[in-house]
T-cell receptor, first 115, second 112 residues
Framework: DAGITQSPRYKITETGRQVTLMCHQT?????MFWYRQDLGHGLRLIYY???????DKGEVPDGYVVSRSKTENFPLTLESATRSQTSVYFC??????????????FGQGTRLTVV | DQQVKQNSPSLSVQEGRISILNCDYT??????FLWYKKYPAEGPTFLIS?????DKNEDGRFTVFLNKSAKHLSLHIVPSQPGDSAVYFC???????????FGTGTRLTVIP
């Protein structure tokens, strides 16, 4: 189906484990983003990518790693999960940086719990 | 340090009446503002936006007002419908930048 999909929708992991959240979009959008949503903070940008093999840090990048070998995929990896990374994670895509706000499409989110 | 603030965590309105959601920002560099709507278990969806060169933008039942001197924007929904019940996020950015700064959200409940 066309759109942006995240997997898994729900994940429970243990402290110290590595976990990867997947994001796939079918529009061939250049830009992709990872946000986390936490109570009292709204959504905060973790990493973004302007194109395949181009990534850059957002507001809260510590503890996360991203890659983008293909335009359509933008996985987010927590190298050693901590309880503070318990959150809802949203992936988004946009055709261009200049119009990110109006043309950004968000996935359904991944609820990650670190125990 | 929250650059975009939504001070009302929740709002309840009767169906057919006006809903007014407020948002304040601190960064004077912001020149583009947006509202997103979010239903439970779904991602945010874009609702309406406004550039800093305007003070009002209207789209059907939704109108966004921008007061640059007060660094304040508001979203008016008239008339409110039960399907409008959702969390509304205000967001701001600098045109061409890579980040949207989001507020903490306001949960709107429209009572039938």
């Amino acid at each position: 189906d066309a759109g942006i999909t995240q997997s898994p929708r729900y994940k429970i992991t243990e402290t110290g484990r590595q976990v990867t959240l997947m994001c796939h979009q079918t529009w061939s959008h250049s830009y992709m983003f990872w946000y986390r949503q936490d109570l009292g903070h709204g959504l905060r940008l973790i990493y973004y990518s302007a194109a395949a093999d181009i990534t850059d840090k957002g507001e809260v990048p510590d503890g996360y790693v991203v890659s983008r070998s293909k335009t359509e995929n933008f996985p987010l990896t927590l190298e050693s999960a901590t309880r503070s990374q318990t959150s809802v994670y949203f992936c988004a895509s946009s055709e261009s940086r200049g119009t990110m706000g109006t043309e950004a499409f968000f996935g359904q989110g991944t609820r990650l719990t670190v125990v | 340090d929250q650059q975009v603030k939504q001070n009302s965590p929740s709002l309840s309105v009767q169906e057919g009446r006006i809903s007014i959601l407020n948002c304040d920002y601190t960064n004077s560099m912001f020149d583009y503002f947006l509202w997103y709507k979010k239903y439970p278990a779904e991602g945010p969806t874009f609702l309406i936006s406004i550039s800093s060169i305007k003070d009002k933008n209207e789209d059907g039942r939704f109108t966004v007002f921008l007061n640059k001197s007060a660094k304040h924007l508001s979203l008016h929904i008239v008339p409110s419908q039960p399907g409008d019940s959702a969390v509304y996020f205000c967001a701001a950015s600098v045109t061409g930048a890579n980040n949207l700064f989001f507020g903490t959200g306001t949960r709107l409940t429209v009572i039938p």
